[in-house]
């Protein structure tokens, strides 16, 4: 099968490269031509585990190809794929679907055979209908369908959740959408992976509602830890004795800064404003947003108190080590670093800092850090120490070679990654996150 996907960035890419795996004949298209030019030249232009080598592979068995022409790549295509960004919209928060929109009416003056339109960005509900309506405005006399098709890979981990994912849910609204996406996923249904068919505007609704309900679960355990460190209680204890409980579940119980990305931030506000918009407040994620979002100044604070309060704070030294919102990737978008770099800078705080993949891309967002060549470097003079994202490389830290570089053996670690008694051994004054 033929299949088209319009745009190459985390999902689309990912999503395309998977596809040509199954045998499907997918060609990546991105109006961003220094993206495609890197492609074809080998090079990601995203930070994925085993991505490289899963597009080299079928790029070289010729199921895999790139291109900035959409109106080549439709041509004969079965699927198309719509998976360009839907950020959150300057101002009030509503999901931007301009580059959705612009998609839709390219697809329909180009299209030059029947198709289904998919849509894989997370999109408000109704937005299938609108991707309908531009597309009949064309005039288009070919046969299509618009189909939701929401995705749900992790970043860091988005090869293995596309090929094993817990479930695949296709809103789709006719026979002919139904049949080709069956087509496309055929090889997963081989692999047993769950389906769910449901109508277009109930597929758009679970993308969201997973989000959130996923951003609640994080934010209802950040609160517990809150609360742990004030009553003297454990919250990965805590997070372990709720788990158990299959009606629970152990999964996205970590307490930490706060949750960010390229996704919970901007989905859950958008889900405030769908609910607005139908006049059914959703009053459990606005409380979450809220939370969340004042949590990643408070973890600012919690470094400053690490540092003897606010007033000490100026003038000395913080090293920031992982500045992604989470480990596996070089996404920056709305990392709780961001908040955490900002409070420590307007307390006059010097900063430091190193990230496995994502400086490049902090850079720009965090112009007042310096970032360094590795994490000694960054901890080097440094009067605290914090661990704003659990990459492996800071799992492990020589502890001795710390104290030794650093000004001051103070370790906040916001990730919860090692033990307190441990650390306090090494001579460190260590501060974590729910835990005393
Ligand atoms: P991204 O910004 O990494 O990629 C989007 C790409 O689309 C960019 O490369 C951009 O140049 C391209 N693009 C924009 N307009 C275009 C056009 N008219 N023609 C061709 N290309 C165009 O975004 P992403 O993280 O891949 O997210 C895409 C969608 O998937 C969003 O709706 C997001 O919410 C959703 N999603 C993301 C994730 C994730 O983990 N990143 C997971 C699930 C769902």
């Known amino acids: ?41 080998g090079i990601m232009p995203i930070y994925e585990p085993g991505l490289d080598a899963l597009v080299e592979n079928n790029v070289r068995a010729g199921r895999l190809s790139f291109t900035t022409s959409l109106a080549e790549a439709i041509a004969d295509a079965s699927a198309i794929f719509i998976a360009v960004g839907t950020p959150s919209r300057r101002g009030d928060g509503h999901a931007d679907l301009t580059f959705v929109h612009a998609v839709a009416r390219e697809v329909g003056e180009n299209l030059s055979g029947d198709a289904v339109i998919v849509t894989k960005s997370t999109v408000p509900v109704g937005t299938g209908d609108e991707v309908e309506r531009i597309i009949g405005e064309t005039g288009t006399s070919h046969r299509f369908s618009v189909v939701s ?30 049949d080709i996406m069956r087509e496309v996923y055929r090889p997963l249904f081989l692999n047993e992976s769950p389906i769910l068919f449901t109508s277009r505007r109930t597929s758009e609704l679970i993308k969201y509602a997973a989000n959130a309900f996923l951003a609640t679960k994080i934010t209802f355990i950040n609160e517990m830890a809150d609360l742990c460190e004030k009553v003297g209680a454990n919250v990965q204890d805590v997070a372990r004795g709720i788990g158990m409980d299959n009606r629970i579940g152990p999964k996205f119980l970590h307490a930490g800064p706060g949750y960010g990305g390229s996704c919970f931030p901007k989905d859950t506000l958008a889900l405030l404003k769908t609910a607005e918009d139908y006049d059914s407040p959703t009053r459990i994620v606005e409380a979450v947003v809220k939370t969340n979002d004042s949590r990643k100044r408070a973890m600012g604070r919690k470094v400053l108190e690490a540092l003897g309060g606010a007033e000490a704070a100026r003038g000395r030294k913080v090293a920031l080590l992982g500045l992604t919102f989470k480990p596996n990737t070089d996404d920056m978008r709305d990392s709780p670093s961001i908040a955490i770099a900002q409070t420590l800078s307007d307390a006059g705080v010097e900063l430091a800092a190193f990230d496995p993949e994502g400086m490049e891309l902090a850079r720009p967002l965090m112009p007042e850090v310096t970032m360094c060549a590795d994490p000694y470097e960054a901890i080097t003079g440094a009067d605290a120490t914090v661990i704003v994202t659990e990459w492996d490389a800071f799992r492990a830290l020589d502890l001795k070679r710390v104290r030794e570089l650093a000004n001051a053996p103070v370790l906040v670690d916001l990730r919860n990654i090692y033990h307190p008694e441990d650390v306090r051994a090494a001579g460190f004054a260590y501060t974590s996150v729910g835990r005393l």
Do not use: T, W
């Open 149 to 178: 098709n929401p995705e749900f890979l992790r970043e860091g981990a988005a090869i293995g959740d596309f090929k094993r994912p817990d479930r695949i849910v296709i809103g789709a609204e006719d026979d002919f959408g139904r």
């Open 1 to 41: 099968m033929k299949i088209a996907m319009v745009g190459s960035g985390y999902v689309g890419l990912v999503s395309g490269a998977c596809f040509a795996d199954f045998g499907h004949d997918v060609v990546c298209i991105d109006k961003d031509q220094s993206k495609i030019d890197r492609l074809h030249d």
